[in-house]
């Protein structure tokens, strides 16, 4: 696949246009990074969001033993490390959910990585009934994100899961 068909319909018809396209992005690809960047560019550049990646648990030296890592993304540049727990990626990850964020000023504890962060979506990667990775997409407008969102972009994970 060498380019991406952008649906310029409803953002269910976006979303349903964009599945079987990283259905064949991934497929045979077993290699976890390069699924992870072309799935976040294939979002990013379908919802013209302020910020599409990923965030890979490691081990460190933390208290919890493991860390959120930068993995691949699109947009500006990011916080390098989260903190289980912390922020709205480490709340996904300690949860094992979808976290939807309508205003990032009124989450307790939100991380800035981007002052133009408005709205935020994280949904956690989950294998084997441990979080391996969060997908963190971010929007400079207030409101972005729902319901629609939270069950596509969990389809598009349980779709990769199996390939990664």
């Not at 068909?5 to 246009?17: A, D, I, P, T």
């Not at 964009?18 to 690809?29: K, R």
């Not at 407008?141 to 349980?158: A, H, M």
């Amino acid at each position: 696949m060498e380019s991406l068909n952008v649906c310029k319909g409803s953002k269910r018809e976006k979303y349903q246009s964009l599945l079987p396209q990283i259905a064949s992005l991934v497929e045979g690809e077993n290699d976890i990074i390069a699924n992870m960047a072309n799935i976040s560019s294939a979002i990013h550049h379908t919802f013209d969001n302020l910020w599409t990646g990923f965030y890979i648990v490691r081990p460190d030296s933390s208290p919890s033993g493991e860390t959120l890592v930068l993995g691949p993304f699109q947009g500006p540049l990011a916080c390098t490390r989260i903190a289980y727990g912390k922020g709205v990626c480490g709340t996904s990850w300690k949860e094992m959910k979808t976290i939807i964020v309508q205003d990032v000023e009124l989450f307790p504890g939100h991380i800035a990585c981007s002052s133009l962060s408005r709205s935020e979506i994280v949904v956690p990667l989950i294998r084997e009934g441990k979080v391996i990775a969060v997908l963190d997409i971010d929007s400079s407008e207030i409101g972005s994100y729902d319901d629609t969102d939270r069950e596509f972009l969990e389809r598009i994970l349980d779709n990769i899961k199996s390939e990664m």
